[in-house]
């Protein structure tokens, strides 16, 4: 067997499961789109009152939000009723059939005191880890949701630590009279000795073997926990309530089927680490509809498992419909990774608004990640004031915690290359941002067959990409501040630019660059505008740019 066939073979042995998965799958299209089976409860309704809950914001009413909502699911289910008030309380688990429905003006507010939260497994980033327990949280349930129009919070101030940059003077000056203990150079606040100590010594909280949950007591104020968690749940709706505050996460489905969230506010400050919005992880069958975020990190976040865990997982996030959101601030608008190490396919967003989010439409991964991200589509998504770029994909997305172990990164492709490809984005308009578009792939593997039609996007800089292949530019506009280059190209291969307008004083409208840079084909495009058509660096020939019906 030649080397050739030796290198063609393994890929092929790497990609055939989810080619034959994808085989039997049904053909999904903007025609066809994932149905998503919604839950169904009882009438039969009970408050938390008759358990003896108190709306006084003083008194801890666990043991009666428990009581009421067991005792619901153990009479066959139905709704359990949060009245208006302030309710505090410690740690929710979630039943069966059971509709947790708060009331407008009804809050659920988590209590302060930690150790009312006990040490449990869990996951961070997609690895088994101990965490303190969830406020909200249940596993292996079906019929499963919390209604209404109240408020969920999470009390998330006194789980985290932040930097004396992210926040302004009185701000800062608030946070350290409020107790906690500064590092030594004075730029970071911790709520206590302990996590400042766990935090420092950059400690994990990975469940190794031999290791259980308890064996982390010594740091547990720095095992942060996501507000809600629901594991391998079918049948879920979350719809009308504000998640805020978190902890780390706020609402975190982990390998759940028939998933609904709708009309949901999720609202975290700015300088809330890991503040996400919603990781929508290992999931089948979801909608998200309606809802409107504003977070610390990325706000409607696809993932499937972390390396090798997450690939033994082998559970994609597929067959969603993502629309009619708002998002403000976050870290990304609509996001896959970096933790995709199950894939993640079958996947509709559009009429969705991103507002004065870091980027737009963001996908991330790096070496060692594997899985593949495919079939993909977004259109008729609008953004305004996006920090960094609209558009972005980069492979080389790399920030080293204490739970990351040894990770192959080795440019060759093997089990952990991550593989990005076949999706459709249209109608996509961006007023304001760094970037147009960025796509960096590995050299071993290219970001790959993405088409992209109807763009407006007005932006420092327009479209680079690097180590990309079968992009598809069609009808796109830019409205550049940097017009040297328009485009930059570095090796990368079979891309078309089919009716590309811009700046008709530009600079240079393609700077060609890399000696693996090939088939590069410009259609209906006036290239005469530009003072100079293109030119060629870094081993790139002028004989692999091809203009055709131009002027």
Known sequence: MTKNH????????????FSASAQTAPAYSWANLPKIAQPVFRKDTVTIIAHGAKPDGVTLNTRAINAAILACSQKGGGVVLVPAGLWITGPIELKSNVNLHL?????????????????????????????????????????VAITGQGIVDGNGDVWRAVHKAQLTESQWQEKVASGGVLKEDGKTWYPSEQFKRASTENRSMLLVAGKT????????????????????????????????????????????????????????????????GMDIESCKNFLIEGCTLDVGDDAICIKSGKDEEGRKRGMPTENGVIRNNTVYNGHGGFVVGSEMSGGARNIFVYNCTFMGTDKGLRFKSVRGRGGVVEHIYAKDIFMKDIAQEAIFFDMYYFVKFATDGERDERPIVNEGTPVFRDMH?????????????FIRGLP??????????????????????????????KNVQLITKSTKPVILVDNSSDLTFDTIQYDPQASLLFSINGERTQGIQVKNTDVAKAQTRAEFNKGAQE??????STK
């Open 543 to 548: 004989k692999n740019l091809t203009l055709s």
């Open 425 to 437: 984005f249209e109608n996509i308009v961006c007023n304001g941002a760094k970037k147009g578009v």
């Open 103 to 143: 009331k407008k003006a009804a809050t659920l507010l988590f209590t302060t005191d930690k150790s009312q939260y006990g040490l449990v497994e869990g996951t961070y980033e997609g690895k088994r880890s101990a965490r303190n327990q969830s406020p909200l949280s249940g596993a292996n349930l079906e019929n």
């Open 6 to 17: 030796r290198f063609l073979s393994l890929v092929f042995s790497i990609l055939a499961p």
């Open 444 to 473: 071993e593997m290219a970001v790959k067959n993405i088409t992209m039609d109807r763009l407006v996007l007005q932006a420092d800089k327009g479209i680079e990409l690097i180590d990309a292949s079968g992009i598809r530019f």
């Open 213 to 276: 949950p308890q064996d982390f007591a010594d740091m547990k104020d720095m095992l942060r926990p996501n507000l809600l968690v629901l594991t391998n749940c079918k049948k879920v709706l979350l719809e009308g309530v504000t998640f805020q505050n978190s902890p780390a996460w706020c609402l975190h489905p982990l390998m759940c089927q028939d998933l609904t969230i709708r009309n949901v506010t999720t609202k975290n400050p700015e300088y809330a680490h890991n503040g996400d």
